[in-house]
């Protein structure tokens, strides 16, 4: 009797080693299992373009400055129809013109300390023709070429064109397609590098564009809009997580 209790005992405390090293196995391929699907692996990627503007907004001041109000508005006002008459005969049509309204500033004598006094010496008039087209590149030359209404007696200043790119809201999709594949070939490339495989995307998460000169490495946490330049270069950022299989 005391053989078969031993023997029993002996049976019984097998099965329950087994019986752990089964359980072990078990849980230990769950948790496994487990903490693998809950890996994920984030990546940043990104999509450059070259463009190039196609409206340019430009703007011409003229100033006329006398001791009656009367004669600087009558300089003003032969001086504006030359300009556009100007920018026509460059090829600029005059629906492209707008004139704004026109800015006084009253001239006042200065004391001895250089402070303003309540006498008026004279007044300043200041208004701006404004063109807004298409022809990004003849804009951009007359532009160049506007100080030749100095030579006909035109206070003019030429101030910087600013050029634009109009189709921005249609080229983002496309870039943000493409910086997306960008994000899951360096995924691929980094899960593949450990032995392993990318699966569903986790979240993502789109960058700010950034326009800027054609060429150039300036960068902003807002985002950058160069208006300065006719060619430029858009660059889009998405940053994506995936899991890990």
Same mark, same amino acid.
């Given at each position: 009797?005391?053989?078969? &209790? ?7 405390? *097998? !099965?329950?080693? =087994? ?20 890996? !994920? =692996?984030?990546? #940043?990627?990104?999509?450059?373009? &070259? ?10 001041? @003229? ?8 004669? !600087? ?9 030359? =300009? ?17 309204? $026109? ?7 200065? /004391? ?6 309540? +006498? ?9 023709? +404004? *063109?807004?087209?298409? /022809? @990004? ?12 209404? $100095? ?16 189709? $921005? ?8 397609? +493409? ?21 569903? *995307? ?8 950034? $326009?800027?000169?054609? /060429? ?9 809009? /160069? ?7 858009? #660059?889009?950022? *998405? ?7």
């Amino acid at each position: 009797m005391a053989v078969e &209790r031993n023997t029993y005992w002996l049976n019984a405390g *097998v !099965a329950l080693a =087994i019986g752990l090293v089964l359980s072990s196995i078990i849980f230990g391929w769950f948790y496994s299992k487990t903490r693998k699907g809950d890996e !994920a =692996i984030t990546v #940043t990627g990104s999509a450059k373009k &070259r463009i190039k503007s196609d409206l340019v907004v430009w703007s011409a001041g @003229v100033s006329a400055q006398s001791a009656q109000l009367t004669d !600087a508005y009558r300089q003003l006002s032969e001086s504006v129809p030359r =300009i556009k008459q100007y920018l026509v005969s460059k090829g600029i049509p005059e629906d492209q013109m707008t004139v704004s309204s $026109i800015t006084t500033t009253t001239l006042k004598k200065q /004391d001895s300390n250089g402070n303003d006094t309540s +006498e008026i010496t004279g007044y300043t008039l200041r208004q701006e023709v +404004e *063109v807004r087209s298409k /022809d @990004v590149d003849k804009v951009a030359q007359i532009a160049r070429e506007a100080t030749e209404l $100095i030579n006909q007696g035109i206070l003019v200043e030429s101030n910087p064109p600013r050029f634009y790119y109009t189709l $921005i809201g249609d080229l983002k999709i496309e870039m943000l397609g +493409e910086a997306a594949k960008d994000a899951k070939l360096r995924a691929e490339k980094i899960a593949a590098s450990t032995g392993n495989s990318i699966g569903a *995307v986790r979240s993502a998460r789109m960058g700010v564009l950034q $326009i800027t000169a054609a /060429d150039s490495t300036e960068v902003s946490d807002s985002g950058i809009y /160069d208006t300065g330049t006719i060619d430029k270069d858009m #660059t889009a950022v *998405v940053n994506v997580s995936f899991a890990v299989d």
